[in-house]
C-alpha cells in the first residue's frame, strides 16, 4: 500500500504553530505542550535576520528528559539544531522519507512561495493520514475506497 501522490503535506499538517520564546523555563513549555496537546512546541529566534527568525523544537521526550535528571532549563537549552523544514506542496511521501532518513518525528511545515512557517506535520499525522483518516478533507491517501 502506498500514499496517493495527489496528497500533500500541507492537507495532513497541523496549521499553526504552537510556540513559546527560547527563555521560557522548562515548566512553561510542559505547560503549552499540555494545555495544546502537542508533543513539540516551536521555538522562534528571531536574531537570525529573517523575518520569522530561525525554528528549533522541542519535544515531548526532551521535556521528559530534562524532568527525569531534574534539569531546570530554558527552551533553548533544550532545543536542538535547527528544525528540519518541509513545504506544504511537497507529496506526503516525502515527509515521510525525510522523517525517517533524518529520525524525526516533527517537521515544520512551510508556505512553498514565501518560506515562512505555516504549521508542523508529525509521524502521527502521517500515520493516520496513511491510515485513510478523513479529518482533514484530503484525497484518501492510499487511493482505497
Same mark, same amino acid.
Given at each position: 500500500?502506498?500514499?496517493?501522490?495527489?496528497?500533500?503535506?500541507?492537507?495532513?499538517?497541523?496549521?499553526?504553530?504552537?510556540?513559546? +520564546?527560547? @527563555?521560557? #523555563? $522548562?515548566?512553561?513549555? %510542559?505547560?503549552? *505542550?499540555?494545555? /495544546?496537546?502537542?508533543?513539540?512546541?516551536? !521555538?522562534?529566534?528571531?536574531?537570525?535576520?529573517?523575518?520569522?527568525?530561525?525554528?528549533?523544537?522541542?519535544?515531548?521526550?526532551?521535556?521528559?528528559?530534562?524532568?527525569?535528571?531534574?534539569?531546570?532549563?530554558?527552551?533553548?537549552?533544550?532545543?536542538?539544531?535547527?528544525?528540519?523544514?518541509? +513545504?506544504? @506542496?511537497? #507529496? $506526503?511521501?516525502?515527509? %515521510?522519507?525525510? *522523517?525517517?532518513? /533524518?529520525?524525526?518525528?516533527?517537521?515544520? !511545515?512551510?508556505?512553498?512561495?514565501?518560506?515562512?512557517?505555516?504549521?508542523?506535520?508529525?509521524?502521527?499525522?502521517?500515520?493516520?493520514?496513511?491510515?485513510?483518516?478523513?479529518?482533514?478533507?484530503?484525497?484518501?491517501?492510499?487511493?482505497?475506497?
Amino acid at each position: 500500500m502506498t500514499i496517493d501522490d495527489r496528497v500533500r503535506v500541507g492537507d495532513c499538517m497541523h496549521a499553526g504553530i504552537v510556540s513559546c +520564546s527560547p @527563555d521560557a #523555563p $522548562l515548566g512553561e513549555v %510542559a505547560r503549552i *505542550m499540555g494545555d /495544546h496537546r502537542v508533543h513539540a512546541v516551536a !521555538v522562534a529566534d528571531v536574531s537570525h535576520g529573517r523575518p520569522w527568525g530561525s525554528w528549533h523544537l522541542v519535544s515531548h521526550m526532551d521535556v521528559v528528559d530534562a524532568i527525569a535528571v531534574g534539569r531546570n532549563v530554558t527552551a533553548r537549552q533544550l532545543s536542538g539544531t535547527e528544525a528540519r523544514t518541509i +513545504s506544504a @506542496d511537497e #507529496p $506526503l511521501e516525502r515527509a %515521510a522519507q525525510a *522523517m525517517s532518513e /533524518h529520525a524525526e518525528a516533527h517537521l515544520v !511545515v512551510v508556505d512553498p512561495a514565501a518560506g515562512y512557517p505555516v504549521g508542523i506535520i508529525s509521524t502521527l499525522d502521517l500515520a493516520a493520514a496513511y491510515g485513510g483518516n478523513q479529518r482533514w478533507g484530503a484525497p484518501n491517501p492510499t487511493g482505497v475506497e
